[in-house]
């Protein structure tokens, strides 16, 4: 077995009647040479660093290197937000409080990337604790989300350097939401859609790190980003359709991160990194 | 950062922020610099270029580097003590911003590094995203390895039979060579090879390699 779109992924799914998450653990199993427990094993080692990230995120006072962040995440978990659902109040509070806990030099599983480590974790958090899911269950749609970033390294970019945020946050955001989708019993091809739906939300997202560091606006965007796989996974399970093929939104995805400029792909020379206070915080950071 | 082949490769690593590029990467070549020189670190001085003079101290760089020299790997939660961890071990750091030119990756680091023996090494080493690095250079000499093999690193004179001799002596012990460089600094200068293996090679084959080369080094693969 072999996949490289997320239109074989949903293939594979549907002649083995499988949720998806179980045919790229399969794959990866087959490809290593493992028996599959084994390769559940090493994902169950992940989750467990990324729980320990979700609670230290909004419990410890948490202050990065650089001093220009930490904080926002506990701060945002012990309010009732006024617009959003307390409990999607409490997960994008997790997202934030995950990219603190890098920020600051904790341990985090980089999810495709280190400066996108806070969404698909805090997504499956909310889906255990909202959704009651059981871990194994939570495991496997760790392999969901898995195959939807390798099908997009493979015909688009993980790398803001490459593609910019959209390659990163975006990325991480279409795998939350096709993990949320196929949890929530949705097809996969709901799945599908919901990763279309959240890149198209995503799409032309630049990579401005302001003085370089995974800071601003790389931690308010882990918080976005889970908004929009929120959004996406939602209007997935309704039914809506995305009038762009999955794969072909992420053939546009690899055509606009080419596009961009290199000033905005991570070399924290245009965007917000190149504001006046921007670049003042460069001046004083480095 | 290229295509992933593994699940593991889009949710991993494991790893102490902030970023796989300036901080994981940085544990690595301190781990992979460590691993050449085979014995504790005595002294370093650690030269960032490009973007890891740039940003290296908000990622980090300047602490991930040390904890690799102190033999932490990149998910150590002491990577952000680890300078007074070395403080307290007596190793000499210095930290230098510099520009070695536009030849120059733009990830670069060079380590000057002395060992408790009084061994030193000058190893020059990239980062080239998602955590992964490569050794650029050993002693000012070209090489490349990735450290995620076995491998033999050796400086010798340029006189025929050395890479006859160190490839005859791996296929003996019935090592398998994945990657294999060679470098010189002129013709009959010194030169550098770097053969990286799936098995590991015994201590009795290094021993025959020393009596013809210069230094010999032999690196286990490191995760």
New interface residues.
């Given amino acids: 077995m072999y996949y490289e779109t997320i239109k074989q992924l949903i293939r594979l799914a549907g002649r083995q009647k499988k949720p998806i998450g179980e045919i790229v653990l399969a794959i990866e199993a087959e490809q290593e040479n493992e028996s599959p427990s084994t390769i559940r094993g090493q994902m169950v080692i992940s989750w467990e660093v990324m729980k320990q990230a979700l609670d230290r995120g909004v419990t410890d006072n948490i202050r990065s290197v650089s001093g220009l962040s930490g904080g926002d995440a506990k701060l945002f978990f012990a309010r009732t937000p006024k617009f959003l659902n307390p409990d999607v109040g409490k997960a994008v509070a997790r997202a934030l409080g995950v990219a603190e806990v890098n920020a600051a030099m904790g341990k985090i599983v980089a999810c495709p990337t280190a400066g996108s480590c806070g969404i698909v974790p805090a997504a499956l958090l909310f889906a255990k604790e909202r959704l009651q899911i059981d871990e194994e269950t939570i495991i496997t749609a760790l392999f969901t989300a898995a195959g939807i970033g390798i099908v997009c390294s493979m015909n688009a970019s993980i790398s803001g350097a490459e593609g910019g945020c959209q390659a990163e946050c975006g990325v991480a955001a279409a795998m939350a939401a096709g993990a949320l989708t196929e949890l929530s019993g949705g097809s996969a091809t709901m799945v599908g859609h919901a990763v279309a739906l959240t890149l198209i939300n995503m799409l032309g997202l630049v990579c401005d790190p302001v003085a370089g560091l995974v800071e601003v606006p790389c931690i308010l965007r882990n918080a976005g980003a889970l908004m929009q796989a929120f959004l996406a996974a939602d209007l997935a399970l309704t039914g809506i359709k995305s009038r762009i093929p999955v794969d072909e939104v992420i053939g546009a995805m690899r055509e606009v991160g080419q596009a961009l400029p290199e000033s905005l792909r991570e070399t924290a020379l245009g965007g917000l990194a190149n504001t006046p206070t921007g670049r003042r915080l460069r001046r004083k950071l480095t | 950062?290229?295509?992933?082949?593994?699940?593991?490769?889009?949710?991993?690593?494991?790893?102490?922020?902030?970023?796989?590029s300036h901080?994981?990467a940085a544990v690595r070549i301190g781990q992979i610099s460590l691993a050449i020189l085979g014995e504790p670190v005595n002294e370093a001085i650690i030269q960032f270029h490009g973007?890891y003079a740039?940003?290296g101290?908000?990622?980090?760089s300047d602490?991930a580097i040390v904890a690799g020299l102190l033999g932490f790997d990149a998910?150590d939660?002491r990577?952000?003590d680890s300078l007074a961890i070395a403080k307290q071990q007596n190793m000499k750091l210095d930290f230098q911003k510099v520009d070695l030119g536009d030849d120059y990756h733009p990830n670069t680091v060079r380590l000057l590094i002395a060992g408790v023996s009084g061994m030193h090494f000058e190893i020059t080493a990239i980062s080239v995203?998602?955590?992964n690095i490569s050794i650029v250079e050993f002693n000012g000499l070209p090489i490349q390895l990735s450290g995620e093999y076995h491998t033999l690193i050796t400086i010798h004179s340029d006189r025929p039979g050395i890479v006859a001799k160190a490839t005859s002596i791996i296929s003996q012990h019935k090592v398998n060579i994945s990657t294999m460089n060679l470098s010189r600094q002129r013709r009959g200068g010194l030169a550098a090879m770097a053969i990286e293996m799936d098995q590991p090679l015994p201590p009795e084959a290094i021993k025959e390699l020393e009596e013809k080369a210069q230094i010999v080094r032999i690196i286990p693969p490191i995760y």
């Fill in positions: 950062m290229g295509k992933a082949d593994s699940v593991f490769e889009i949710i991993g690593p494991i790893m102490i922020g902030p970023s796989s901080t994981a973007s740039l940003t101290k908000g990622h980090g602490k998910a939660e990577i952000k995203g998602g955590g």
